[in-house]
T-cell receptor
Framework: NAGVMQNPRHLVRRRGQEARLRCSPM?????VYWYRQLPEEGLKFMVY????????ESGMPKERFSAEFPKEGPSILRIQQVVRGDSAAYFC????????????FGSGTQLSVL | DQQVKQNSPSLSVQEGRISILNCDYT??????FLWYKKYPAEGPTFLIS?????DKNEDGRFTVFLNKSAKHLSLHIVPSQPGDSAVYFC????????????FGQGTTLQVKP
């Protein structure tokens, strides 16, 4: 009964490169959320997806960031042309539904931009 | 604009005593509240939740109290154990808001043996 799986656990990129973060939700879960945690801060909502649909991207930066959750395969958070300010822990969470459903989180991907 | 606030960055208590973690919110549309616990290098894990139609929910050593008029909730841990040492996040959501959670900044709890 695997939980939410994120990979890689650690990702190092140089400024200007692309970062791809992957998330496989728990079995039976079709709702995926991405959160970002900057040092000394709480988790900030980025985007909410269901299969093949972006439901709410109100927390996503307007540029360089995109997310997808294809019919087959994991959800991907993509950051183009990374900058040092993108360095953070990125957490994925999943749930079965949205009405008072608790979220199950993965262990996160720590992105470091050199 | 911090809609969910945890004003105490840290708390230290003795093993066996009560830990009380506090959380305030500003958005009156929030109707569901949760507490998550987080260890270093791990994702948050769900602890306990409460709906706005209740003012108390209990699960073993953990109790959450909700005061809607004051827009305040608290998590009580009794008795506290060293394994409870972690960062605790308060989170809130609104049914009308696709279920996304708004998190506080977290409170680091240290339980001393």
């Amino acid at each position: 009964n695997a939980g939410v799986m994120q990979n890689p656990r650690h990702l190092v990129r140089r400024r200007g490169q692309e970062a791809r973060l992957r998330c496989s939700p728990m079995k039976g879960h079709s709702h995926v959320y991405w959160y970002r945690q900057l040092p000394e801060e709480g988790l900030k909502f980025m985007v909410y997806l269901q299969k093949e649909n972006i439901i709410d991207e109100s927390g996503m930066p307007k540029e360089r960031f995109s997310a997808e959750f294809p019919k087959e395969g994991p959800s991907i958070l993509r950051i183009q042309q990374v900058v040092r300010g993108d360095s953070a822990a990125y957490f994925c969470a999943s749930s079965r539904g949205t009405l008072n459903e608790k979220l199950f989180f993965g262990s996160g991907t720590q992105l470091s931009v050199l | 604009d911090q809609q969910v606030k945890q004003n105490s960055p840290s708390l230290s208590v003795q093993e066996g005593r009560i830990s009380i973690l506090n959380c305030d919110y500003t958005n009156s549309m929030f109707d569901y509240f949760l507490w998550y616990k987080k260890y270093p290098a791990e994702g948050p894990t769900f602890l306990i939740s409460i709906s706005s139609i209740k003012d108390k929910n209990e699960d073993g050593r953990f109790t959450v109290f909700l005061n809607k008029s004051a827009k305040h909730l608290s998590l009580h841990i009794v008795p506290s154990q060293p394994g409870d040492s972690a960062v605790y996040f308060c989170a809130a959501s609104a049914q009308s808001n696709t279920g996304k959670l708004i998190f506080g900044q977290g409170t680091t709890l240290q339980v001393k043996p």
